[in-house]
């Protein structure tokens, strides 16, 4: 079966500092893979997702940037953290191939930025 | 621009009672749409998918429909249990692999 892993789970980083958090999926090939943010009193919003290796596509603009260095990992990643970038981080994955398959879901990262 | 709509935000049942969850989307040209669970810090977990051709699907106790030219679906949860209080959120997916979600209703089931 398949299973998705993130870490770390939580995350409190200041203002300016660095940002990695890391996906993997377990059990699949050449998924489609997903980075959304969810902060408070707000829904979830795409940020990247992932059709293949080294294939990232953005949808919003903003400070952060997403690599796939593997076919199953995932990473978002920032050079300078903003307040505005704190927020609960979920990675998915879909099977690849359509956009018409169900997306499952990682346990989150709760980004804290201070 | 897809925009989703859940109604109510909140809600907040007795042990028991059965209860409809409601989703509307304003594109109707969608590909399919989803129910997820989400229980405080955590992910989400995949409840049903229906696709575009569909009318429901059923899973358990949860029963989903969909109307695509309404741009409306239902999640019906029967005989509500303490352990169903999370929230709820509906997805659309349209053209792109964007899901567009809406903005969750709260369940509380009161034992």
């Known amino acids: 079966s398949q299973t998705i892993h993130q870490w770390p789970a939580t995350l409190v980083q200041p203002v300016g500092s660095p940002l990695s958090l890391e996906c993997t999926v377990e059990g699949t090939s050449n998924p489609n893979l997903y980075w959304y943010r969810q902060a408070a009193g707000r829904g979830l919003q795409l940020l990247f997702y992932?059709?293949?290796?080294?294939?990232i596509s953005s949808e919003v603009p903003q400070n952060l940037s997403a690599s796939r260095p593997q076919d199953r990992q995932f990473i978002l990643s920032s050079k300078k953290l903003l307040l505005s970038d704190s927020g609960f981080y979920l990675c998915?994955?879909?099977?690849?191939?359509?956009?018409?398959?169900?997306?499952?879901f990682g346990p989150g990262t709760r980004l804290t930025v201070t | 621009k897809q925009e989703v709509t859940q109604i109510p935000a909140a809600l907040s049942v007795p042990e028991g009672e059965n209860l409809v969850l409601n989703c509307s989307f304003t594109?109707?040209?969608?590909?399919?749409l989803q129910w997820f669970r989400q229980d405080p810090g955590k992910g989400l977990t995949s409840l049903l998918l229906?696709?575009?051709?569909?009318r429901e699907q059923t899973s358990g106790r949860l029963n989903a429909s969909l109307d695509k030219s309404s741009g409306r679906s239902t999640l019906y949860i029967a005989a509500s249990q303490p352990g169903d209080s999370a929230t709820y959120l509906c997805a659309v997916q349209g053209g792109s692999e964007k899901l567009v979600f809406g903005k969750g209703t709260k369940l509380t089931v009161n034992p």
């Open positions: 594109d109707s040209a969608i590909y399919n």
């Open positions: 998915a994955w879909s099977n690849t191939g359509t956009s018409r398959y169900e997306q499952y």
């Open positions: 229906i696709q575009s051709s569909q």
């Open positions: 992932s059709v293949g290796i080294g294939q």
